[in-house]
């Protein structure tokens, strides 16, 4: 008897040793976990809404094109956008600027969310200033083990809700290689032209998608998807800029 009491608690710890603890979410956060941050310190940041709520956020590519996410723009009519920019707060401050037309790209895949990138050409020319400016693309893919900065408007818990104020937070960047790794959880569903990046209790959650991951001053990565938000083993997944500038500089001219 008591040698089995002894082979099952080594099994048992053998299995908690290979099987990952169940994901729990953060208990607090903000963009999850970060601060409040104010616009002059991200003036590449807009807030896309729709039907004048903020459902993404975009980087300002040029005086006229702003770069977000293509799951952001699916079955949307150009007319129900606008693009806040200049405002620490989405709903208020700032300019709001209506949108021309705008394209998504045409090999995002919503299934496997490869790809997911879209840009908006705006009605009217951006006015520059402290508060809008813009960012400049990678030209190098994502550096493991580097730290961005992501920022948004998004839900400061998984299906919480939104924030008034914009906020920031510092995330280590995780190549697909690593991410697809058994040290994380996702394993085959993070494609290569994707990358993660993580911090205990701090990451993207969702309305922060389409907004920046900025390292170097340089747009790095758009936020894309994740499970959850913060959950432990499941980094936030952006797209790989590096791999889409090319198409974001093409289509900025012909959007
Ligand atoms: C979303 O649903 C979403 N934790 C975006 C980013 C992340 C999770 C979910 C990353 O739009």
Redesign the pocket.
Known sequence: MFKLVILVSAVTCALAAVVPEDPSPQIEGRIVGGNEGNINQYPYLVSVQRNGTHICGGSIYSNKIIVTAAHCLQNVWTNELRVRAGSSTWNSGGILYYVYSYRNHEDYNPTTMENDVAVILLSTILSFSTTIAKIDLTYYGPLNGATGTVIGWGTTSFNGSISDHLRYTAVTIISPTQCGSSAYRYGSTIKSNMFCASAEGK???????GGPLIYNNFLIGI????Y???YSGYP??YTDVAQMRSWIMKNAITV
Do not use: R
Not at 203 to 209: E, I, L, M, N
């Open positions: 990451d993207a959650c969702q309305k922060d998608s936020v894309s998807w994740g959850g938000c913060a936030g997944v």
